[in-house]
């Protein structure tokens, strides 16, 4: 029994990972853009087709692969931000409209590509770190859990205590105010859509050779960063973390000893309680929700 | 003049907020521009500073002109803006908001001493430095939001309403530090509802109607005259 509650810790550990790493830039577009990016679970999917073109399919190396997708999907939201994001800035609405129909782009382009199957990739590694007999890590998902601490240190690190950082808070808070100390808005906007998709795409990345890589995966992936981003507080990058832990513990828990399904409803009834105790999420406050 | 407006005209869709406003800031004085609720007076000083786009005139600072600069741009030339309602950034620390001030500049050690200066001036900004800025006071908000602009080193500081919604204490206390930084050599362009302070603190004063400049002159004549003295200081 200890066994299995260990082990189960584990998943969860690895799954908040993925789902930290998508939620936390979701937030941050969210805040310095004002736009809830719809297409934030196809930036995922992109990123895990990054690695079934390159790593699986021109055997270029995994990490090298990687690397790569990150930047490909870091570049596609800057293509977000230049090509629907400031056109449509004055008109929040049309933003997240907009980012529905760059969805289906996607998953077309995806389909054209490289068909509407499951796409199966070679695994980066079959070594596994046994802690005892029943709980063991597969290494492939020590990658995701160190890309998580790794990549949201580094985000933490840069929002609090370089100028950069700042200029993004501060064009978070108030993007007119942050233009009256010199900030240029639409340079702040292209970091954060930058950061911000090129986490879901590292994400997807480093899944890819654990998960079915399919057309429609993001789906599945962005319900999940919504629940976390409306329980940690809509806004908040602490929030979306802590959110992200608590909704895989919940989850994995669940799914293991129960079934899939309930685990959903559970997440969801999780949801709905925290809204109806604190509408602004555990740490929204209310100026900003 | 440091600063110079044109025949300035601002519009808000097909609605003129302003129609036709001049105005000049000497070096080293002490302009306000005041006037009733509407009257122009914010949208004047968001021209200045980039916020809003002229639609005629023109301005010139030191000589070179910054109508058609964006905002973040017009700061790179020395104007700073202390904007109505303070907006200081609620979830930095006071610090964070003060250095963020600084954005554009590089001078790492002068930024050092200016941010030492801010906190000898605002002695109660040191105290807070590490406290979130939306869980002070009003006063110290606005003494926030002074102290990010002048840590851009501004030669020009705009300032909209910085009495609105503050005690007397605190009002007497802002003039007084509004006095001293235009003492050591800052100019200042202060919009104000309150037009008994603004005359008191100005060198000279323009008064605004409906989007137009009904009035202007040495703020002391102003202070005297019969049409100000009935609508704008209730005498």
Redesign the interface.
């Known amino acids: 029994m200890l066994d299995l509650l260990a082990q189960t810790g584990l998943n969860a550990v690895y799954a908040a990972s993925y789902i930290s790493l998508v939620a936390v830039g979701l937030v941050l577009i969210f805040g310095v853009m004002g736009v809830i990016n719809f297409a934030h679970g196809e930036l995922f999917m992109a990123g895990a087709y990054a690695i079934v073109a390159l790593y699986a399919g021109l055997n270029v190396p995994f990490f090298l692969a990687v690397a790569a997708g990150l930047l490909f999907v870091g570049c596609l939201g800057l293509l977000m931000e230049k090509a629907l994001f400031r056109p449509l800035k004055d008109n929040p609405l049309g933003g997240l409209v907009a980012s529905i129909g760059f969805l289906m782009i996607l998953q077309a382009l995806a389909v054209m590509g490289f068909g509407v199957r499951m796409v199966h990739i070679p695994p980066v590694t079959q070594e596994v770190i046994a802690f005892s007999e029943k709980v063991r890590l597969p290494v492939a998902r020590l990658y995701v859990i160190i890309a998580a601490i790794v990549l949201l240190s580094a985000l933490w690190y840069f929002l609090k205590r370089t100028k950069f950082g700042w200029a993004l808070r501060a064009s978070a808070q108030d993007p007119e105010a942050a233009a009256l100390q010199g900030i240029s808005i639409t340079q702040t906007a292209r970091i954060a859509m930058f950061i911000g998709a090129g986490l879901a795409g590292i994400a997807g990345a480093l899944t890819a050779p654990l998960v079915s890589v399919n057309p429609h995966m993001g789906h599945s992936v962005i319900v999940t960063a919504f629940i976390v981003i409306i329980v940690g507080g809509v806004g908040s990058l602490e929030g979306a973390i802590v959110a992200s832990v608590a909704y895989a513990l919940v989850h994995t828990f669940v799914t293991t000893f129960w079934d899939g399904v309930l685990a959903d409803i559970v997440g969801l009834s999780l949801m709905l309680l925290v809204l109806i105790v604190k509408p602004t999420g555990l740490f929204g406050s209310a100026d900003r929700a | 003049m440091l600063l110079e407006m044109k025949n300035i005209a601002v519009n808000y869709g097909k609605i003129n907020a302003i129609r036709n406003i001049s105005v000049a800031v000497p070096e080293g004085k002490i302009v306000t521009i005041i006037g009733g609720n509407g009257a122009g007076k914010t949208t004047t000083l968001r021209a200045m500073?980039g916020?809003l786009p002229i639609t005629a005139g023109e301005i010139t600072f030191e000589g070179k002109r910054i109508d058609h600069l964006?905002?973040?741009?017009v700061?790179?030339n020395g104007i700073?803006?202390v904007?109505e309602g303070r907006?200081?950034?609620?979830?930095?620390t006071v610090e964070?908001n003060l250095?963020?001030?600084a954005?554009?500049r590089k001078d790492k050690e002068a930024i050092e001493a200016d941010l030492e200066d801010v906190f000898k001036r605002f002695p109660r900004l040191r105290e807070r430095r590490t406290q979130m800025a939306?869980t002070m006071s009003g006063g110290e908000q606005q003494m926030l939001a002074i102290g990010?602009a002048l840590m851009?080193k501004p030669r020009l500081l705009l300032m909209d309403e910085p009495s609105m919604g503050l005690a007397p204490v605190i009002v007497e206390e802002i003039a007084q530090i509004v006095e001293e930084i235009n003492a050591n050599g800052l100019s200042v362009v202060l919009v104000e509802q309150n037009a008994e302070l603004a005359l008191e603190l100005a060198d000279y004063a323009y008064v605004l109607e409906t989007g137009n400049a009904a009035m202007e002159g040495p703020a002391d004549e102003l202070h005297g005259n019969e049409h100000v003295r009935a609508a704008y200081l209730g005498l």
């Open positions: 500073s916020m964006p905002a973040h741009k700061v790179a700073a803006h904007p907006r200081i950034f609620p979830d930095m964070e250095r963020t001030g954005f554009l939306k990010r851009s």
